[in-house]
């Protein structure tokens, strides 16, 4: 790879893209921080902001907001791949996502341009609980969601950030599509558990149907357009993945890290610490 041109970081404040960031600023390699704040600014929103973001870039890591199982993801991930490349950055790593038609369509998309492409295609992230939307319920003590006994194998984004990473800077991986899971499908109130043995806390799962939870969501000020897409994930995405894969062990050469061993490490940094009583 060549080390004196950035990788370009979309997502770069995100849960993966932060950690992307890190671990090429530890190997000292340039990066660019993709993000509507960066120098120059990135904004999937506003075209204008892409080839400025891209001048210059020896690589690219695609993370796509708001979601790539969105409608609307393909025509725009697609149109950045091929800017990319006409900008001469061919390296291009995907973040995506299993079993999404959505995801596998801009995956297709971006395979179709001829970059050098590896997609790293994520089951549900484990972060979803300690830096996203599941993080509120556990630090109140009870996370209400629709989940019932569907299985997952949640990963972690400090695996997927391994990944990315290898694949960003070694080229064997190119035209490689990996798949991550952790080593263990389990229930979100079992997913719960683990949390609330980690933090010592008395943290509940609350089962609801999917109408009950999106009523309460938009009650509480959550984004109609959060609603609707959580909703299809709970209703369409979930359970839909119940196994494993080995795309951690095929990129890395070991092991994917167990929910427990995340629930410990995220425990101790103080994220689900219940939030202090105001008089
Ligand atoms: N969560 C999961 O379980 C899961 C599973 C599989 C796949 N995925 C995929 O992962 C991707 C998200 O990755 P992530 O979770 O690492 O990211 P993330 O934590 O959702 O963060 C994404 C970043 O997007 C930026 N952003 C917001 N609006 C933007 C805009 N208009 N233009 C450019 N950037 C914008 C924000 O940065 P700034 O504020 O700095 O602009 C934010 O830090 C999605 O495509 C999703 O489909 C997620």
Redesign the pocket.
């Known amino acids: 790879m060549n080390t004196h041109k950035p990788t370009l970081v ?8 932060r950690r992307v960031v890190a671990r090429l600023t530890a190997r000292g390699l340039p990066v660019r921080i ?5 120098e120059p600014p ?4 506003d075209r204008s902001t892409w080839a400025p973001a891209l001048k210059g870039a020896g690589a690219v890591y695609i ?7 969105i409608p609307g993801s393909v025509k725009k991930v697609r149109a950045f791949a091929d800017l990319a490349l006409e900008k001469g950055v061919r390296r291009q790593v995907l ?4 079993g999404e038609e959505e ?1 596998q369509l801009a995956e297709q998309a971006v395979q179709e341009t001829g970059a050098d492409l590896t997609i790293v295609r ?4 484990m972060q ?1 609980f300690s ?2 939307f599941m993080r509120e319920g556990i630090i109140d003590g009870e996370l209400v969601l629709p989940a019932g006994d569907e299985l997952e194998p949640f990963v972690d ?1 400090d695996d997927i950030a391994d990944v990315a990473v290898a694949a960003l800077t070694d080229e064997r991986h190119i035209g490689e599509l990996y798949e991550l899971t952790s080593p263990r499908v389990m229930t979100f109130p079992a997913a719960v558990g683990e949390i609330a043995r980690a933090t010592g806390r008395d943290i509940r799962y609350a089962p609801v149907t999917l109408e009950e939870w999106a009523a309460g969501a938009a009650e509480s000020g959550v984004p109609a357009e959060i609603v609707e897409f959580l909703t299809y994930l709970f209703r369409d995405i979930l359970g839909n993945n119940p196994y494993l894969t080995d795309g951690v062990q095929r990129a890395l050469g070991r092991e994917p890290r167990d929910f427990s061993a995340y629930a410990r490490a995220t425990a101790a940094t103080g994220v689900w610490n219940s939030s202090p009583v105001t008089a």
């Open positions: 979309l997502g770069g404040r995100g849960k993966t893209g993709g993000s509507r704040f960066g990135f904004d999937w929103e993370s796509y907001h708001p979601d790539i199982a973040l995506s996502g299993r995801a994520c089951a549900w992230f979803n830096e996203d984004a």
